[in-house]
């Protein structure tokens, strides 16, 4: 036997390794050869195989593995015992390694002895043999004479193995070899076996090293793993491409806690340069090795130095590319982000894993966790702010036991009050209240904290601060006195209140009552909070009872009044009682006494001086707030039932008459001005009524709600009136939780103007009077980008009264208007009342019918876009806009934004079902209205007015049905169930009754379905809230792509006339971006968009040329003159996008390959050069602009992918390289022409593309003339003199005295400076053009 070798450091182990290898190895020709019989049987006669026979196996060769005739552990016994008694021991034990050596340098046979042993099949063996053997090798180390030699042999053996380790059988020798050493049931010399596997390790390749360095826990006792582990940590900062192997072996070793915090602040070096899949196994290390001492600060260091975006976001964003994309990339985008999201899932299954196994993490991670949060709430940030407290939130729900005790860090936040919005101080009090009144008497001290705070806040005179408290005493109320409580993720039902407690919550009421009397907005404020706990239902019964008691009282003694009216009474204006529902207006019947308290508001705020600081101050602001708070106090106190209160829905209220709007002049701007705030709170009222009595199911009840909201339609019309003619007016506020209105939209009112005022064009108005019916115009969406939440183009034709006065937007006015409960929208399940049907059938009075109006039902139409589009995403959240003022996007929308966008998309895909009614309700309208008329939309007779309210109806319900199905969140899992629940009820208007459907079948029929509109639709704006709505169902199908079909229709919509019901033709900007987006919508999912492009270039634009202006294309009615700006930027961007997506050339591809390339460029370069000599006739300057943008960008992209292609392509298909350039000549000549034309008209918005453009055309000369040198064909390329020319191809009047000096010069290349005459692409194609008869085949 040799003799071991001992080094104490693993920098000597390559050295030894390396100088013994070549020593202790053998040639692979055995010097005794072994007879191979034909059952594979190896007959060896050395002592090897004598010893092996007589113990038990039989070595045997090829695919054939070892036999053993008896148990292994007879085999180890025989063996031993033989070798024991040999008569040449020890040296006996030499020659047996030696034989096994010789054995084993053939690969086959030296597999064999690591695969497990095979029984014998021997009949007298069968019972004597286990079925599991293990292998000659492991039996043969499991001999502690044998084992050190052995040992060393298989580390001998194994460099023979480095590089291809893996043979055709498929079997890693290197594994196999390792594995032999594993699970041993004694190691003889430990201190050596860790020398030995070190110095491997650091000469193996990288796969060896991974496989050793896992296997240690393995093969070594725990005697060595202070020893190895040691070692390991020396390699550790060496080779980091080990990190997970080598972590992954310490994790299972018995370390001492110094070295274990070493290894893991090496660790904690090197994390943010991990790689996402090696993440689990280093997080998992760095958690088992945390102490108690120093938890917190490794989890927050860890935390900073995970970042995920890398892996998460950026792969999503790949995968979330056009799925009708195929490309290599976007399948290796694909496994990217299966591969990341696999380990990520990993990643947090051991951070769970930790937290649920390990107090000590857990205490650390929730601390650590608890700090970030609180630190990001504070940070200003509104989105960090809205995160970070919603997360708290859902702690504090789920895990409140286990948040107490940091509720020291959650205090804080209260110091930075003042950045925070009312939504989230309502968040933050939330918060601390349930931690205070959840865990007593643990969480006493936030209680008393809370108090002050509260406290000092209402105590305050400045508003922001008094608001604080407001919502603080009320948010700390619904925890007190709540009859159900979420805890550690448990729905809790509480004891009673007992009498001190009720006492401690009615005293905190009555201290902010008595802290806001004196001021309205504040008290108004309060009822509203008041009123949100109340309308949870949570409230314990006899504080509920107790706010019922005090609520009514003082409802009544502050704004009920009795008819008629007592003489006494303060009013700036005559009072009437208007807006009665009941029959006759009879003595003692109950009148809101309005008029009287808005004069009373205008004197009081004269003279403040005498106030009464004891009384409180009774204000109009109050009146809607607090009618909410009682409505809701006596429909939980009575289960939903509002007879107690029923007669407030019919009761008039004390107004004065209301003057038409052309005696308004005679009025003075103080009277203007009480008449708009009376009309804001009039509204406000009746919004409240609706409110509270929508979903009584009496039907005089709702017969008297569509009532009410008649009269807000046919108010909303006369207060823009009234605005119109009071510039400069502010309304009384009807939202008190904005921040003193920060955020509202500026005002802008104007007055009355002369009806035919110099440079500005006016519509005619409708000849009909009744302008009630254009109530929806309050709710334009200016941003023309965003079609589906625009004013309808109906809508707009009458933005002005008869007199000339132009009329205000109420849009602007949102934040002045009480906001509508969902719950309003069930009156959208009553059918649609319209004049024709009441002059069919003879009605007379149409409210004694509950049908909703075409005014009433836009008007909540109108409504339900504005909430859907405020609370369901479509697309990714964006970044806040610099400067925003704070929660101006929640103004007006308070109560919603309290709800989850899963609860309001519940509620909207309840709805859809009258919805779809109303939708087919405005089909039959037109298709009847066509039919009627034999197809004419302009025919005598129409109702313009009703076509316009039934046309703006249609635009805002598929408006609804496309702001609900492009929810980002029917995406996630969890909301699937309710995508199908919708699709569902689509898909049974076509096919009633049928039950569980596929999502994509259900697709499938719901675009069907939503299809069969499009033959109804009035207008321009409706085709597209139709397509868009299509597009998104046709989005969520995986497999049924409806590319045809959408372009099918978008032709249809194209290829339609629209005209509006006065005869006149659709127009404007808002029509126009309707069309952009329509043609880009059909050109994208088109199967040829070359061919479509060129049809309409080559077939409709030439019906324009020598046209009149108002004339159009009679194969696409939507082209005019006027459009042509339209069509023509579409077609150039579409064509310039097209020619990106080919391929470049490349000269290992087929000849059809590149044939079919060249013609797809061939077409391009037809329909480019059609579109841009277009130019000579349409030479606007819109359209100038396009053409020397994008064709910039076509000619890049065309020396990007396209020469590469006439390279390789020139040879095989000269003729169509040649017919490509002739046509390229022609069209980059006309762009050099436009150049000119910019320079002599001196346009800087056409003048700034020149420069890039020219650039690009020199480009474009070079490269053509490398192309003819790469085909030895440099002779057909010569370069001639281009003059500057116009855009009729005359030339430039300043170059006539230089011309004939310019005609004598030639140059191969063209001039560098811009300024004078340039050689452009057309002059060298000159060359190409011409047929060369040079060879160019070699």
Not at 564 to 591: F, N, Q, R, T, W
Not at 1062 to 1079: E, I, M, P
Not at 1151 to 1171: G, P, T, Y
Request: glycine residues 4%; proline residues 4%; charged residues 25%.
């Amino acid at each position: 036997m040799t003799s071991r070798r001992k080094l104490s450091k693993s920098a000597a182990h390559e050295e030894n390794i390396l100088e013994e290898s070549p020593k202790t190895k053998k040639s692979r020709v055995s010097v005794k050869k072994n007879s191979i019989p034909r059952d594979g049987i190896v007959e060896n006669s050395s002592v090897f195989g004598q010893l092996l026979k007589a113990a038990g196996i039989t070595l045997k060769a090829g695919e054939r593995q070892n036999e053993i005739a008896t148990d292994g552990a007879v085999f180890q016994k025989k063996l031993h015992q033989a070798l024991r008694k040999h008569p040449s021991y020890p040296q006996v034990v030499g020659e047996l390694v030696s034989g096994l050596e010789s054995h084993i340098e053939n690969r086959d046979q030296f597999r064999n002895c690591l695969l497990p042993c095979v029984p014998a099949q021997s009949p007298e063996m069968s019972n004597a043999v286990h079925s599991y053997c293990e292998s000659l090798i492991k039996l043969l180390l499991g001999i502690e004479i044998l084992q050190p030699a052995i040992i060393r042999l298989l580390f001998e053996k194994l460099p023979e193995f480095f590089h291809g380790s893996v043979g055709s059988d498929g079997l890693s020798l290197p594994r196999l070899i390792i594995n032999q050493m594993k699970w041993l049931d004694k190691i003889v010399d430990s201190k050596e076996l860790v020398l030995t596997i070190m110095q491997v390790i650091c000469v193996s390749p990288l796969s060896i090293q991974h496989d050793l360095i896992t296997s240690l826990p393995e093969i070594l006792d725990d005697s060595q793993h202070g020893e190895v582990a040691r070692e390991l940590s020396s390699l550790l900062k060496e080779k980091t491409e080990l990190t997970v192997p080598i972590l992954d072996a310490l994790s299972s070793l018995n370390l001492d806690l110094e070295l274990l915090a070493e290894v893991r602040r090496s660790v904690m070096v090197t994390v943010a340069a991990i790689r996402v899949e090696d993440l689990p196994v280093v997080v998992r290390f760095i958690l088992h090795s945390i102490k108690a001492t120093d938890a917190v600060e490794v989890i927050s260091d860890l935390r900073k130095k995970l970042n995920l975006d890398s892996s998460i976001s950026l792969p999503r964003i790949q995968v979330s590319q056009s799925k009708l994309r195929s490309q290599p990339q976007g399948s290796l985008s694909a496994s990217q982000v299966n591969i990341s999201q696999d380990s990520v899932k990993l990643l947090f299954e051991v951070i769970r894993s930790a937290v649920k196994f390990q107090k000590t993490v857990l205490e650390a991670w929730i601390k650590e966790i608890v700090g970030a949060l609180v630190t990001h709430a504070c940070g200003g940030n509104d989105m960090e702010v809205d995160v970070s407290l919603d997360v708290l939130v859902d702690l504090v729900s789920e895990q409140t036991s286990s948040i107490v005790p940091y509720a020291v860090f959650l205090k804080s936040i209260l110091d930075y009050v003042d950045n925070l919005s009312p939504q989230q101080i309502r968040k933050l009090f939330y918060i601390l209240s349930t931690l205070a009144f959840s865990q007593e008497p643990r969480s006493s001290h936030i209680q008393d904290d809370m108090h002050m705070v509260i406290r000092k806040q209402l105590s305050s005179t400045i508003a922001k601060y008094k608001c604080t408290g407001i919502i603080g005493a009320v948010t700390m109320v619904s925890s007190m006195a709540a009859r159900r409580s979420k805890e550690n993720g448990h729905l809790l039902e509480k004891a009673p209140l007992k009498k001190e407690q009720c006492k401690q919550i009615t005293s905190l009421l009555q201290l902010v009552c008595s802290c806001c009397k004196q001021f309205p907005q504040a008290l108004a404020l309060y009822y509203d909070e008041l009123a949100s706990v109340v309308q949870k239902g949570n409230l314990d019964l006899q504080i509920l009872d107790w706010i019922e008691n005090s609520v009514v009282k003082e409802f009544e003694a502050d704004f009920v009044a009795e008819f008629p009216p007592l003489g006494d009474s303060v009013s700036l204006l005559p009072v009437k009682a208007l807006y009665s529902l009941e029959d006759e207006e009879s003595e003692g019947m109950i009148v809101i006494n309005l008029l009287p308290l808005l004069s009373q508001s205008y004197l009081s705020m004269a003279e403040t001086a005498d106030l009464n600081e004891e009384k409180r101050l009774v204000s109009p602001v109050c009146l809607p707030p607090f009618f909410r708070l009682l409505r809701l106090c006596v429909s939980e106190m009575n289960k939903g039932n509002m007879e107690e209160i029923d007669a407030l829905l019919g009761c008039p209220l004390y107004l004065t008459d209301l003057p038409e709007d052309g005696k308004l002049a005679s009025l003075s701007n103080q009277e203007r001005e009480l008449l708009c705030s009376l009309l804001f709170y009039t509204l406000n009222w009746f919004r409240e009524v609706v409110n509270a009595f929508c979903q009584q199911e009496d039907p005089e009840m709702k017969g008297r709600v569509l009532a009410r909201l008649q009269n807000i339609t046919e108010l909303q019309c006369l207060l823009e009136k009234y605005l119109a003619a009071s510039p400069g007016y502010v309304p009384p506020p009807a939202n008190f939780d904005s921040e003193t209105l920060e955020g509202v939209p500026v005002v802008s009112t104007v007055g009355p103007t002369k009806k035919n005022s110099k440079g500005r064009k006016r519509k005619k108005p409708d000849s009909s009077k009744n302008s009630c019916s254009d109530n929806s115009q309050w709710d334009e969406n200016t941003e023309a980008n965003q079609p589906e939440a625009e004013t309808s183009q109906p809508e707009k034709d009458f933005k002005e009264n008869e007199s000339g006065a132009p009329l205000v937007q109420l849009q602007n006015y949102t934040a002045y208007f009480r906001e509508l409960d969902f719950e309003v929208f069930t009156i959208l399940h009553n059918e649609l009342l319209t004049k024709s049907i009441l002059d069919t059938e003879m009605y007379t009075k149409t409210r004694e019918v509950v049908q909703i109006g075409p005014a009433e039902l836009l008007f909540l139409l109108e409504d339900l876009c504005q909430k859907l589009e405020r609370i369901l995403v479509t697309t990714p959240a964006k970044r806040a806009p610099f400067l925003k003022g704070k929660g101006s996007r929640n103004v007006g929308f308070s109560h919603l934004c309290q709800r989850s966008s899963q609860d309001v998309t519940a509620c909207a895909v309840h709805l859809l079902k009258p919805l779809c009614n109303h939708m087919e309700n405005m089909h039959n309208f037109f298709q009847a209205l066509l039919a009627e008329n034999h197809g004419v939309v302009d025919a005598p007779g129409v109702n313009i007015q009703e076509h316009q309210l039934m046309s703006s109806c249609y635009q805002r319900l598929l408006q609804v049905f496309h702001l609900l199905f492009a929810w980002s969140g029917f995406s996630q899992r969890e909301n699937h169930s309710l995508l199908k629940k919708g699709l569902q009820v689509l898909a049974h208007r076509i096919k009633p009754g049928e039950k569980e459907l596929p999502l994509e079948e259900l697709l499938r029929q719901s675009f069907q379905y939503l299809q069969n509109f499009q033959h109804s639709v009035p207008n321009i704006y409706c085709a597209l809230s139709l397509t868009q709505l299509l597009l998104v169902i046709e989005e969520k199908s995986v497999t049924n792509l409806k590319n045809d079909k959408i372009a099918t229709i978008t032709k249809q919509f194209l290829c339609q006339s629209w005209v509006e019901p006065s005869g006149v033709r659709q127009k404007g900007k808002q029509f126009n971006d309707a069309l952009h987006t329509l043609f880009c919508i059909y050109l994208e999912h088109t199967d040829s968009v070359l061919k479509a492009i060129e049809d309409i270039s080559s077939i409709g634009i030439p019906e324009l040329i020598n046209s009149s202006k108002d004339s159009y294309s009679s194969i696409y009615p939507t082209l005019t003159r006027q459009t042509f700006p339209v069509f023509f930027r579409v077609m150039m961007a579409q064509l310039e996008g097209l020619v990106r997506s080919i391929p470049a050339g490349r000269s290992s591809e087929s000849s059809e390959v590149q044939l079919e390339k060249l013609l797809r460029w061939n077409m391009a370069v037809r329909v480019f050069h059609i579109l841009v000599n277009l130019v000579k006739v349409f030479d606007s300057r819109p359209v100038l602009n396009v053409c020397l943008k994008y064709g910039r960008l076509f000619m890049e992209t065309f020396l990007k992918l396209g020469m590469p292609l006439l390279d390789c392509s020139f040879k095989k298909h000269r003729k169509d390289v040649q017919s490509l350039l002739k046509n390229l000549q022609l069209s980059t000549r006309q762009l050099h022409h436009m150049c000119g034309h910019s320079k002599i008209h001196q346009d800087t918005g056409l003048t700034n593309h020149v420069p890039l453009l020219k650039k690009t055309l020199e480009q474009f000369v070079y490269r053509v003339k490398a192309m003819l040198v790469l085909n030895h064909c440099q002779k057909a390329f010569e370069v001639g003199v281009l003059k500057n020319r116009d855009l009729q191809g005359g030339v430039i009047l300043s170059q006539a005295s230089q011309e004939s000096q310019e005609e004598e010069e030639t140059s191969m290349l063209p001039r560098d400076d811009p300024a004078e005459e340039e050689e452009d692409s057309e002059s060298d194609s000159k060359t190409f053009i011409r047929d060369s008869d040079e060879d160019s085949s070699d």
